[in-house]
DNA sequence: CAATACTCTACTAAGTTTATAGAGTTTATA
DNA sequence: TATAAACTCTATAAACTTAGTAGAGTATTG
């Protein structure tokens, strides 16, 4: 599962997405609007500006506002910055491999050949899950 | 990621499943071979027996045994069993679902569709990777 | 300079994971 | 029928993670 973190990131950046022509978003408004509790947000704003992903202005008419183009921001991603690695085993990760302890061979190890496809298609899948894509396909869902 | 738990059973059940024509296999002897705690792996597999997957024999030449065809043992199962739900997001799970807090229209909502999608198809692979399907990878994998 | 708004450090309560200890129960067999 | 073998059950606990709070600090605008 998620973390609340990944998860009220996503919320976040999802309207931080939409209103992107409007300059800074106050922390404040991003609280109340996505029902996420105000100091907990302001850490999790903080790690994505860390990330490069969105920017912040100080002082009055301050807040945040997305620096990365909404298409390339997907949820492999965010997912990474707050949860880790994605897939179910440390030997499948990228980014984050571990050697199994009680692994005798990694190279014939069936099991890991079973979770390896499944982190390979959950990656493709995560990849191509963009803020914009996510926009988009919310507008489409609304037509039905 | 999985839980020790959810490893070691994989791990118990491939161990019982390639020497199911041998009758009752000691807990210890699993624990040794498969560098699982002995105590802990006791209380894996009672939920293993539990779940009707695997029976025992208690006394001198007693032990634990398959009594599920490996074709009809599956890593989505395992999982489920020890971790709970497989998809990252409550709201797209079967067993476990429950609505997510924040949301607010749960059928237009497009973090929701990307991650149905991401659930959808990690099911599918782990329904596919039975215990017998693993230990044939697995001897496949050893030919190459 | 005063109000606004982001930033940083520290702390904490609650829950989960990963075990361990030890007594209890059942069964085979000598 | 005693005894050792082997699974079963209950209780406990250390370590870690998650989710959140408090409050002081810093920068900016007007």
Known sequence: MLSKKAKYAIHALIHLARRKEDGPILISSIAEEENIPQKFLEAILLDLKKDGVLASKKGKGGGYYLIKDPEEVNMADVMRLFDGAIAF???????????????????????????LQVRNATVDILKASTLAKVIEREAALKKE
């Open 89 to 115: 085993l440390p030997c499948v990760t990228h980014k984050y491999y571990e050697r199994c302890e009680e692994c005798k061979d990694e190279e014939t190890c069936g099991i890991r050949d079973a979770f």
